[in-house]
């Protein structure tokens, strides 16, 4: 597919062409392919074009009802638009919670969100990305700085994936609760990648919390 449009685009095909309301660019992005979506940026694609609906290109993944659960092909063409000036419409705390992605991450760090940013319970983007299991955004906010021991400020009842990765536990997490907590909670296979680098960061579990399963 790769070597067809660059072939295409050596014959002089419009890089900006839109069939139904859908540039080159946009289906790209849509199919996670994140090497077509680099050269088609080096061609001159543009990433603010938008359609007769309005729909742009951030839409088509993350606004995207039939798209729920973002892949990190997805998430990493999406980078590559945001290094190239695309305004992000998502917090880093969001991104993490919907993919799992270092290189969004990164482009997200680049362009002005905080590694250290709370939601209204004291979370962190890393407590967040160790409770979805998301192992390659925890790499990615653990190298950039994220504090593996940062503890949330409210208790809450929240879902915790399972080792099939489906929300099947419901726990209290008390405040005082650090990632590496979280990541002990599900079982998930993510989870447990989450709970080692986090230690290996020097991530501890705080001894005075006890998150328990309300069910």
């Given at each position: 597919?790769?070597?067809?449009?660059?072939?295409?685009?050596?014959?002089?095909?419009?890089?900006?062409?839109?069939?139904?309301?859908?540039?080159?660019?946009?289906?790209?992005?849509?199919?996670?392919?994140?090497?077509?979506?680099?050269?088609?940026?080096?061609?001159?694609?543009?990433?603010?074009?938008?359609?007769?609906?309005?729909?742009?290109?951030?839409?088509?993944?993350?606004?995207?009802?039939?798209n729920p659960y973002p892949s990190a092909g997805q998430a990493e063409s999406i980078a590559l638009l945001l290094?190239?000036?695309?305004?992000?419409?998502?917090?880093?705390?969001?991104?993490?919670?919907?993919?799992?992605?270092?290189?969004?991450?990164?482009?997200?760090?680049?362009?002005?969100?905080?590694?250290?940013?709370?939601?209204?319970?004291?979370?962190?983007?890393?407590?967040?990305?160790?409770?979805?299991?998301?192992?390659?955004?925890?790499?990615?906010?653990?190298?950039?700085?994220?504090?593996?021991?940062?503890?949330?400020?409210?208790?809450?009842?929240?879902?915790?994936?399972?080792?099939?990765?489906?929300?099947?536990?419901?726990?209290?997490?008390?405040?005082?609760?650090?990632?590496?907590?979280?990541?002990?909670?599900?079982?998930?296979?993510?989870?447990?990648?989450?709970?080692?680098?986090?230690?290996?960061?020097?991530?501890?579990?705080?001894?005075?919390?006890?998150?328990?399963?309300?069910?």
């Open positions: 597919m790769l070597q067809q449009v660059e072939s295409m685009l050596k014959e002089g095909a419009d890089v900006n062409k839109a069939v139904d309301g859908e540039t080159p660019l946009m289906a790209a992005v849509y199919g996670g392919q994140a090497r077509i979506v680099k050269v088609l940026l080096e061609n001159g694609a543009d990433i603010h074009y938008k359609n007769e609906d309005g729909r742009d290109i951030w839409s088509v993944v993350f606004e995207n009802p039939s290094q190239e000036g695309l305004e992000p419409r998502l917090t880093l705390t969001q991104a993490v919670q919907s993919v799992d992605s270092k290189e969004l991450v990164e482009a997200l760090l680049a362009r002005g969100s905080e590694v250290g940013e709370r939601d209204e319970n004291g979370w962190t983007p890393l407590h967040h990305a160790a409770l979805a299991g998301h192992e390659s955004s925890c790499q990615g906010l653990l190298k950039a700085g994220a504090d593996p021991n940062a503890e949330s400020t409210k208790t809450i009842e929240k879902a915790a994936p399972d080792e099939f990765g489906t929300d099947k536990t419901f726990l209290k997490y008390e405040a005082g609760t650090r990632p590496a907590d979280v990541a002990d909670t599900g079982g998930s296979r993510g989870q447990a990648s989450c709970a080692t680098l986090i230690s290996e960061a020097g991530g501890k579990q705080n001894p005075d919390v006890s998150n328990v399963d309300l069910k």
